[in-house]
Each structure stands twice: as C-alpha cells, then as structure tokens.
C-alpha cells in the first residue's frame, strides 16, 4: 500500500469514483466479467450512465459484506462508503478508494453476471400497481412485486434499470433465460452491536469480538422526523410485517386521518423486514424503493434495502445494542 495513502473518517468521504471511457462498451455480461476495478479511479468525474467496472465492484462490495445498496453500476455515494467500510472491515486505511490493494482484496476473478432461468413460482403472487395514498394501500391483499423483473432485482440486489438493460428483448416469462448478477449468498454471523451513523447514512453491524461483520447504506430519520438519538436495543424482529398507520403515532400521509392497516409485501412502506426497537415506533426496516436509500430522509426509522434488512435481521437477536451516532472526527471502532 503506498506511504501516501491517509486515513481519514467514513463519514466525511466526498470522494467520486470512475471509470474512464468504460460506459461507452455497453452494459454485455461478458464485458461486466472481463472488467477491472482496478482502472476504477477518482480523478474525473463520475459518468452519468452504468459502467461495467462499477458493476463488478458492486458485486464484489456485496459479496465481501460491504453493501452497495442498488448494484446500478452508478457510481456515488453509497458506492464510496460501501469501499470505505471493506477498509474498515479489512483494517485498511479507509479513504474510499479503489487502490490496488482494495482491489487485489476484492478480486476474485469469478464472473459476477450470470444466466438464470425464470420459473413459474418467479410469475405468481405479483401486483398490478402500487398506488401512492395509504388509504389505497389498505384496500389491497398483498404489496408484492409488479413484475418478474422486480422481484428478480429484488432477489439479485440489482436496480430495474440494469436488469432491463442486461435483458433488453426479455419478456420476463417463465421458461426464459436471463441475465442477472450474482451477489452471493447472505452473510451469516452473530451481531452484537449495531451502530446508526447518521452523518455517514450508514448502519454497521459488530460481533461480540468487536470486529465489523457487515455495512449497510442506510437512510436514518430527516430533518422534519430526526431518528432517536442514544442507545436503544432490538426486541425482535417481523418478517413481512403488517404496517399499522396511525397519524397521531407516526406521521400524516395524504388525506388519511385515521388508523389504517396496511397489508404485507415487499412493497409495504417498511418492506419485507422490521426489526423492532425498545424505542416505541422505532425500527430498522426495508423498503419499497431500495433506490432511494440515503437519497430521501426517512420518517424517523431506519431504512435499508430490503435485501440488507433481512440480512441484518439474520443475524440480531432481542437485547442487541443499536447506537445511534453522528460521527465526524473519527472512523467507525
């Protein structure tokens, strides 16, 4: 690792990842498998469309238990912490760089986009839309998925858009072969304290030992419903939670005034996972725009994608520790 290279805290990283000239090759598989993230660099700034080599980071990101968020092949933010949490993970000087040995790491040369064949159970339980009004919301069975290539995005933690853009002629019926990535099976561990840095917009996950088995991006409260500050604890976890709507409780959408209960599904307002807190109404929990995560303030809970919450919740127990924090001077310890 060069001498040059300095430590400095998570949570100020403004750094823009990209990749010279790389978008223009289109988004093929064999292109995203050949990529190296080793061309990733910070000197110009990001390019607005999907870039392999991103892609294949993300992947990677993923795979080693620094969550990406959306794998989009986008650059931004959550890509810059998700590399700044591997350091972390790794015990590296964590600047959010992609620097030779981040990637010699994160380098597996195994493919990260691979072909899978739609099944009929892909095609069942799905929606056809999701209306916005809570009180819409409530007249419904289910808030599953409107498509197959939703729920596939779901299950291979990839934005719309790059499923469409790796299947552009796919009709998404059982039977079909596609392309999708291959983000690896969840982590597994013993959480035993979580911190909620605010300032990052990031959720870490600690074992017992102390070392750092996972990072999430994550969207904590909002200036008009800031999260809770100080230590709290998890009382337990619902999977594919009924949400109950109470204005006076929570907060006013639309025109609703009155207690609603809001049925199940990935598209439910706190998604496929609650992990609930001693805090009353406080919970971490996924959500119905895993794009949107760390880019638009939360009613006051934690949002993460649905893919991370439940794989945080895999690993939480009831009494495990949850730190809300604001760190700016120092790394995560």
Not at 107 to 122: G, H, I, K, T
Request: proline letters at 8%; a negative charge.
């Amino acid at each position: 690792m060069s001498s040059m290279k300095k430590a400095l805290p998570m949570s100020l990283l403004v750094f823009t990842i990209s990749v010279g000239g790389a978008a223009a090759q289109g988004l093929k598989p064999d292109i995203i498998n050949a990529a190296s993230i080793a061309s990733i660099g910070t000197e110009k700034p990001a390019p607005a469309d999907p870039d392999p080599a991103v892609v294949r980071l993300q992947v990677l990101l993923d795979r080693a238990g620094a969550s990406p968020g959306v794998i989009d092949g986008l650059s931004g933010d959550n890509v810059n912490k998700a590399v700044a949490g591997f350091e972390a993970m790794n015990k590296l000087p964590v600047d959010g760089r992609v620097d030779p040995d981040v990637a010699s790491r994160l380098e597996d040369n195994a493919p990260v986009v691979e072909s899978y064949v739609v099944s009929a159970e892909d095609a069942k339980d799905l929606v056809d839309r999701i209306p916005e009004d809570y009180g819409e919301k409530a007249k419904m069975q289910s808030l599953g998925y409107t498509s197959v290539a939703e729920k596939l995005s779901e299950r291979f933690h990839m934005g719309i858009d790059l499923v469409n853009a790796l299947n552009p002629a796919s009709q998404f019926a059982p039977g079909d072969t596609v392309w999708v990535v291959n983000p690896d099976l969840p982590r597994q561990g013993k959480v035993k304290r979580i911190e909620a840095d605010r300032k990052a917009g990031q959720v870490l996950a600690y074992a017992e030992d102390g070392t750092l088995l996972a990072v999430y991006p994550a969207t904590i409260g909002s200036q008009d419903n800031p999260a809770p500050s100080g230590k709290h604890k998890v009382k337990g976890v619902a999977k594919m939670p009924v949400y109950r709507y109470d204005p006076k409780l929570n907060f006013k959408q639309g025109k609703n005034d009155h207690v609603l209960t809001i049925p199940k599904g990935p598209n439910g307002p706190v998604g496929t996972v609650w992990i609930d807190l001693t805090e009353p109404t406080y919970g971490i929990h996924g959500t119905p725009e895993p794009k949107l995560i760390d880019k638009v303030g939360s009613h006051g809970c934690v949002r993460l994608t649905n893919w991370d919450a439940e794989e945080l919740a895999g690993m939480v127990r009831p009494g495990v520790l949850v730190d809300f924090v604001n760190r700016s001077a120092a790394a995560p310890k």
